[in-house]
């Protein structure tokens, strides 16, 4: 093959390529329409029979085409989040839920501060953020901004946050109060000081990063502290979302999230204290990895990443933290204690066991 066959194929690729974009963004505009259709019909965003039937479309044109099946159901997997991406974004601006209102962000220059400040500026609020960062905008001291909020969000670290609830009971806001932490138990004698003088104020657990830009499938946690109307307001926020609202007491919530963030942290921090201290090389052992190693590091690498001090906070400042980690403990000394011993059987059955448990519990 010679270099100007070469440059004429690279080319004609090129302008396919081109076209598959200029497609894509097509598609985009008619989605956009659509949406509009639905949110004047009063229909949802989301229609899983009908998305079934799109894959499973493209799927058929594949094979028809000598294509890979899997290749076309990822594509228009990856399509259909994209239209529903700006489906959702479009009807939460559309309804304008905040229009008129203000919102104070503490915290709002942090990752999940800055996806609230995004996220309420897309309904209409007026939003300020209250930041020791702040330089150019906003203010270091939430309680030098200017006038009076219809809203505080409370994007803060957990030490941090239960001052800032305490300071506010000495000037107590009029407005709707809430914090995003994702413990409660550090946070209970302030929330509920609030609560007694008569603060409108609800606790908040969005179950996501601050990447995200669907919330189909993501759960946002109600932790009511005694003003039910307040945790109520809260939830209406997210009202224009895919967001699958989840309310659920105090205690409850830091119990299960010691096993849900608290257990899972756990296993990747250990994991790549593990290979860490293997002396054993990442490249190398990337060479030679197997497909659950792969998703496994994947993992870990992306809890590498994530701020030590808020892991450390979820790990330590849990009430109910120990629990899971014990659990933890004594899972690995059990499997441990199998191989040293040569008992297959009590392997394998610890393996069923975890199989079982899946099961039953998945379905109930």
Do not use: C
């Not at 228009?76 to 700006?86: C, G, N, P, T």
């Not at 996501?208 to 809260?234: Q, W």
């Not at 790990?315 to 297959?344: M, P, T």
């Amino acid at each position: 093959m010679g270099s100007n066959e070469l440059s004429g194929l690279r080319d004609a690729i090129a302008d396919i390529d081109r076209e598959i974009v200029s497609l894509s963004g097509r598609r985009n505009d008619l989605v956009a329409r659509l949406g509009a259709l639905k949110r004047a019909g009063g229909m949802p965003i989301r229609d899983y029979a009908h998305e079934k039937e799109v894959v499973e479309r493209a799927r058929r044109i594949a094979a028809d085409a000598g294509l890979s099946e899997d290749l076309a159901e990822r594509m228009m997997l990856e399509l259909i989040r994209s239209s529903l991406v700006i489906q959702e974004q479009d009807r939460v601006e559309a309804d304008s839920a905040g229009t008129g209102r203000s919102a104070l962000v503490i915290g709002g220059l942090g990752r999940m501060g800055g996806w609230f400040a995004r996220f309420l500026e897309s309904q209409g609020f007026y939003v300020e953020i209250a930041d020791p960062g702040s330089v150019d905008s906003g203010v270091p001291d939430w309680r030098d901004a200017s006038g009076t909020f219809d809203l505080y969000v409370i994007a803060a670290p957990l030490t941090a946050t239960q001052k800032i609830l305490d300071e506010m009971t000495q000037a107590p806001p009029s407005g709707l109060v809430f914090d995003i932490g994702s413990l409660k138990t550090p946070l209970r004698s302030g929330l509920h000081r609030l609560a007694r003088i008569g603060v409108r104020v609800t606790s908040v657990h969005p179950m996501f990063g601050p990447e995200t830009d669907l919330l189909s499938g993501r759960h946002v946690v109600l932790v009511d502290v005694g003003v039910p109307e307040a945790t109520l307001e809260a939830g209406e926020l997210f009202a224009s979302t895919m967001a699958s609202m989840v309310e659920m007491d105090l205690d409850s919530h830091d119990r299960l999230i010691a096993y849900i963030l608290g257990l899972s942290h756990a296993l990747n921090i250990v994991f790549l204290a593990a290979l860490a201290e293997s002396g054993e090389k990442a490249g190398r052992l990337a060479d030679l990895s197997s497909t659950t190693f792969d998703k496994q590091l994947a993992v870990a690498t992306q809890v590498a990443g994530e701020n030590p001090h808020l892991y450390f906070e979820i790990q330590s400042l849990n009430e109910y933290g120990g629990e899971a980690l014990s659990a933890l403990s004594e899972a690995v000394e059990r499997l441990r204690s199998l191989v040293d011993s040569e008992d297959g059987a009590g392997f394998a059955a610890l393996m069923e066991r975890g199989a079982s448990y899946l099961k039953e519990t998945m379905q109930s």
